[in-house]
């Protein structure tokens, strides 16, 4: 089953707004766990951004979800990448 991975760096604590953005970020995550589109959130334990896992969905819609997040304007980068959860049907043994 294809994924796409969102490596988000974000260094939560230089945001002055950081308590109020962050409820407004985990409600709309949540709502897409619910909707079955993100499959794992991962805050990155240094507080230097978040790791998504997105199932079921294409690139340009995902790119278009990643904007609509309150801290986007923030993020200090942003990097996808489309995986293969089973690589065995692409290569022969």
């Given at each position: 089953?294809?994924?796409?991975?969102?490596d988000i760096v974000n260094y939560l604590d230089t945001l002055p707004n950081?308590?109020?953005?962050?409820?407004?970020?985990?409600?709309?995550?949540?709502?897409?766990?619910?909707?079955?589109?993100?499959?794992?959130?991962?805050?990155?334990?240094n507080k230097t951004g978040a790791i998504l896992i997105f199932k079921d969905?294409?690139?340009?819609?995902?790119?278009?979800?990643?904007?609509?997040?309150?801290?986007?304007?923030?993020?200090?980068?942003?990097?996808?990448?489309?995986?293969?959860?089973?690589?065995?049907?692409?290569?022969?043994?």
């Amino acid at each position: 089953m294809k994924r796409i991975i969102v490596d988000i760096v974000n260094y939560l604590d230089t945001l002055p707004n950081y308590q109020e953005l962050m409820p407004q970020e985990f409600a709309i995550s949540t709502s897409w766990i619910q909707e079955g589109v993100l499959e794992h959130r991962f805050i990155k334990e240094n507080k230097t951004g978040a790791i998504l896992i997105f199932k079921d969905i294409d690139m340009p819609e995902v790119k278009r979800m990643i904007t609509s997040l309150p801290m986007y304007h923030n993020f200090d980068k942003v990097e996808y990448t489309r995986v293969n959860e089973d690589f065995s049907n692409i290569f022969q043994f």
